[in-house]
């Protein structure tokens, strides 16, 4: 989930390179609709990736704590242009599982993914 259509692109991209299936969202309103639709038609997400802040909607951390209702174990990595977030600093005492610090690296985003899936190294 991200407002910048740019980041969506190049995440969808890269995560598809590494053997994903990817949906994007815009706000979290969506990215709640996506994952709730996930669980229906039994395919599961394996992770998100929610912006902390985006221009409309509910951003990161409103969405982490209405997606915890649907799954108390989903796997939520936070993404924030903000290097000056004490939330980077502190991701896990809020629900996500690991961070990505934009702007971010080909490598970061890997390195993220290989911690969830080992079997991608």
Known sequence: MDDDESICKI?????????????TTTCGEEALAAFEKSIQDKTPYLAVILDL???????????????????????AIMASGS???????????HG???????PFRIQDLTDCMVKLNPAQS
């Open 11 to 23: 995440c969808t991209l890269l995560l598809i390179r590494l053997g994903y299936d990817v949906d």
């Open 53 to 75: 802040t985006v221009q409309s909607g509910m951003g990161g951390l409103e969405t982490l704590k209405k997606l915890h209702i649907l799954d108390p174990n989903v796997y």
């Open 83 to 93: 290097s000056l977030d004490n939330m980077l600093l502190s991701y896990q005492s």
């Open 96 to 102: 996500f599982k690991d961070v990505l610090p934009k």
